[in-house]
């Protein structure tokens, strides 16, 4: 197999790309970012397997030309702007070129080459206000109500995608894949929302302070690696019976985010962590300021036999291993959290 | 007040031009189309008001350098691809950018213009699927569930607008329009669903024979001068309540297509027409092959003072009366329903 995963030196994408060489399939990354090769042992192991296009996905001429000339048979549409306030004030028609426009270019792409498979990497924050219902969210029965222009160009894009689909008889299958922590995570200039995950790693790196919200919110977690298995999932199911997935661990995190801090400190003595007191400011965020409804992982853990192989312990002990192993990276490429 | 109309030389365009030239503004058109200008008494008469600008929404430098070159002070973004099934398969990009970058492209000239409000006249196609239901439909209690490229596209950026304006503090108001009929409506190479109305005037205008549908699916109809009566009532609104309204006549048009038809026949006696039989094919279609359901109009009604001036009745009579007036521009202009 010949896959191309735009976003594919991205956070989830560079999961996605580790997956995909683990098992056999010739890679094509296309994104703006340069590909972190030298700190990804994988990709050095399967070197002659993986190809390198520095490209935007709202080139669709150049997308297409790429696309045509490594002959893909299967699409991974993973690039998108992951936008805060800031950004989508500051360039929304940004954020729609990216996120909606490079959706269509991506597709556009993948008919060209029929494509066998063409999956979209999508987000649950399309469900946006809907998640203060507080009932567990389902694919279908669940109405979405976007609330900022990254949930409104996600839902757009997924939508357009399902609906392409079927016009022009490609094989698309969409994800709404939940919070993401783990490998790869990094400041890559598109990505506003970092996790407080990679928020508190970057202070024990740097033997700083961590202080953290009273509140936690809660979020349908799921490790990175987790991530890149189910999507290579919808990647390669044979006939599978739905269009649309929820991707997220479906565990509950809730109150394990002290034993991530303990555990940084176990390896960065100088780094110190606290709860932020009465009138204390925290330094780490939690992206979102409010709580969303889970969302229900049943169907794709039924249709595709995704599950998760990284609780919160597990992930933790990954997790960490992988920044002490990748520290150079980290403080060189992943950028500071500020 | 100087204010810029986006899509000002379309069908629901010319119709706000035709009120805001009523109403003593001076009116900017921004529209890749020729306007109208021979065929429209009302510009002809307040000529010295109204400026006429050839320009595409999607090109964002020009846009904004019109807007502040007339030194506009309100907004009305009615510029739109009406995409049917082949348009959406054929260039689904080129309606992601006139419909959603379009829309981030006139806010921005918006916000840089300092306009006191901005209307975007969307549609109730952003409901999709909802119209299933059978409910009547609610501005914030009924999800969207968009089915086409048309909706998905409509659906984000009046969403998109919604939050621009809250991030920018720009006054913007957004209007759910039902189905539109009346003067204007017109071939225009954007719109692929035109009205039945339209289309059985055409036919009449050249003496032929239309077969209608033996039956007719339920549309919230709203006469073109009530649609553009709503929207103005949108953009001079002093101290809305609210920032999302539906626009429809919420009338019962049902059954009272035979009477237009009829209406027609008096007037082009060459004219004829018919119910389908089993096995006649009809050369009328209904846009959509389901029913809507219907859009409740109270909150404009309530707020903006909105009434519909025009029924069937009188719809049938001013539009009759309007298609004898301009049937040079219509055979020569509004080209051919094919």
Redesign the interface.
Known sequence: MRTLVTGGAGFVGVNIVEQLLNEGSVVVVYDRQPFPLTACETAERHRERLHIVVGDVTD?VRLKAVSKQHDIDRLVHAAVITAD?AR??AE??RI??VN??GT??A??AARECRCGRFVYVGSGQAYGKTHDEGVRLHEERS???????YG??K??AE??AL??GE??ALDVICIRLGSVLGPWEGDTGVRDMLSPYFQVAMRALRGETAILPAKMVWRDWIYSRDAADGIVRALCAVAPSHRLYHLASGLDWQGTFAGWCSMLQDKYPAFSWRLAAEGDQPNVSFVLPRDRAPMDVSRIMQDLGFRPRFGPVEAHQDYGQWIVDHEVWLLAEAKAYR
């Not at 109405?143 to 222009?149: E, F, T, Y």
């Open positions: 669709e306030a989508e004030g929304p028609g729609v070129d909606v426009r269509t270019n597709l556009s109405p979405s109500r976007p609330a900022d222009i409104i160009s839902f757009a939508q357009v609906r392409l016009l022009w």
